[in-house]
């Protein structure tokens, strides 16, 4: 069965960090681009990282350059993204996604990350 597992959202203060986690099962994960995207009330999804196969690009959005880290483990099926300097603009529901370069995309149930004094 195919699934995209995320965990390690929570409350944070601002200027504190978190390292969010989404665990694959079902597919071939090496062959896939991983991405984080978050959705804030109100707004639209964002693109916030996402990295190619082990070997290849990563971007980030603009609001995240130089605070958050994206990595992939692809012998644990695990991706990654390390969350400094947070900000309250960054509280919002953060979603993995699959690519397989084609027409086959998958989604995680999010995971909420609020970032509140």
């Known amino acids: 069965q195919l699934r995209l597992v995320e965990s390690g959202g929570g409350l944070v203060q601002p200027g504190g960090s978190l390292r969010l986690s989404c665990t694959a099962s079902?597919?071939?994960?090496?062959?896939?681009?991983m991405s984080w995207y978050r959705q804030a009330p109100g707004k639209k999804r964002e693109l916030v990282a996402g990295?190619?196969?082990?070997?290849?690009?990563?971007e980030y959005g603009d609001a995240v350059k130089g605070r958050f880290t994206i990595d992939r483990d692809d012998a644990q099926n695990t991706v990654y993204l390390e969350m400094n300097l947070l900000k309250p603009d960054d509280t919002a529901v953060y979603y993995c996604?699959?690519?397989?370069?084609?027409?086959?995309?998958?989604w995680g149930q999010g995971t909420q990350v609020t970032v509140s004094s």
């Open positions: 996604h699959a690519w397989n370069y084609g027409q086959l995309v998958y």
């Open positions: 079902g597919f071939v994960f090496s062959g896939y681009a």
């Open positions: 990295i190619r196969r082990a070997d290849g690009d990563i």
